[in-house]
């Protein structure tokens, strides 16, 4: 949270101090989601952190259609969300209880597995996003401010996998394997259509938003593998994207800031202006490719090697996504830091604070050092997923 607001220290010019008390107000929202045991209290905390996103991105958007796409947010996640709400009443009056502690202990049968299942799918796979319901990912990411998108896409983003892993699969494992083939497929899709997408976009927001969608399908893939390899490449990835892709809508918001554009078109040769932003950028556009010693490599390689044990073909398709991440990064990157510079529009040349400084240095820190020694992290994943799979 530091970091959002040290990011946000020229770019919000009125209401600081209620655009303060929203972040903390995240932040609070965000503990309880991942500290409750209970379903009722997932399920109004999971909800909560709608309302003070939904003011950050209608308030303190960027641009004319922010109110759209913060009420396109609200909706979506709150519509899928209705249906785990039906799902957890239903468990209520058969049990008795929403304690997770006694609901893993609990036996469905194999009818109503399926219906919750169902039911609390929707709601996640709405938060992943998948498609297709991820309309409204690259709609509020595009009008948030930077903050905003550091938060959907470091945490929010996440909130669909964790509730997958700790409430749907161990909960209803029947349905799980009896879906797997109709979640590996929608993810394979979304995995193949977010890279095509990106590489046709032209706006630097939407390219990171999209990339986001490929990679959260990429690490939703991992934990219908139902093993042990895919469910840690999953974690890993999940963990990587955070870094990452937060990193990455960080450069954006830093050049929005200077140029006021998110237009790729405007831009060029940044190289022989912003030196040290350009290194910067480059670390995290090969981590984004899933280079070998970066921190997305990792949880991508565990994915496909989990994918493979499954099914062969979805870990070709699957892999597909590698060689097109590396498209959309590579010509990202060239398009930004080399070719001509555009004086018509790029009039003010500065490169990085030492603010800004300090705001990329522990991200890149960890896209080299995790990418380097994944044991530091995966060790204690593998206990843990080896008794989770126990568990189930």
Request: glycine share 6%; with cysteine.
């Amino acid at each position: 949270m530091p970091k959002n607001i040290r990011i946000s220290w020229n770019s919000i010019k009125y209401r600081v101090k209620e655009f303060l008390i929203l972040l903390i107000l995240t932040e609070f929202l965000l503990i309880n989601i991942f500290s409750v045991l209970d379903l009722i209290f997932f399920y109004i905390f999971f909800e909560s952190v709608l309302i003070p996103m939904f003011i950050i991105i209608g308030v303190w958007g960027s641009r004319q259609r922010k109110i759209h796409a913060a009420y396109q947010f609200f909706f979506y996640t709150l519509l899928g969300s209705i249906l785990m709400l039906l799902g957890i009443i239903l468990i209520y009056f058969h049990l008795g209880t929403t304690d997770i502690q006694i609901l893993l202990h609990s036996d469905f049968s194999k009818s109503r597995q399926i219906i919750l299942w169902l039911a609390f799918f929707a709601s996640f796979a709405v938060k992943v996003p998948m498609l297709p319901f991820h309309i409204w990912l690259p709609e509020a990411h595009v009008e948030a401010p930077t903050a905003g998108s550091v938060i959907l896409a470091g945490i929010l983003l996440k909130l669909g996998t964790y509730g997958i892993i700790r409430f749907m699969i161990p909960l209803f494992p029947f349905a799980n394997v009896y879906f797997t083939p109709l979640v590996l497929t929608m993810c394979l899709i979304g995995i193949i259509y977010s890279s095509f997408t990106t590489i046709r976009q032209i706006d630097l927001k939407k390219i990171i938003a999209y990339s986001s969608v490929a990679h959260m399908n990429f690490a939703l893939l991992g934990l219908f593998t139902n093993n042990s390899l895919g469910i840690e490449g999953s974690l890993y990835l999940m963990l990587g994207h955070g870094v990452v892709s937060s990193a990455l809508f960080l450069c954006i918001g830093i050049l929005y800031d200077r140029y006021h554009t998110r237009n790729i078109l405007y831009y060029g040769n940044l190289i022989t202006t912003m030196p040290i932003f350009s290194t910067f950028f480059l670390i995290f556009t090969l981590a984004n490719i899933g280079m070998p010693g970066t921190i997305n490599f990792v949880g991508e390689f565990l994915v496909l090697l989990g994918t493979f044990k499954l099914n062969t073909m979805a870990c070709f398709l699957a892999a597909t996504s590698m060689v097109l991440g590396a498209v959309y990064s590579i010509w990202l990157y060239n398009r930004l830091i080399f070719g001509k510079l555009n004086l018509s529009s790029l009039v003010l040349f500065k490169d990085l604070t030492r603010r800004e400084f300090n705001l990329f240095f522990p991200l890149a820190f960890c896209t080299l050092l995790f990418g380097v020694y994944p044991s530091l992290i995966l060790n204690s994943f593998t206990m843990s997923v080896n008794n989770y799979i126990i568990l189930l």
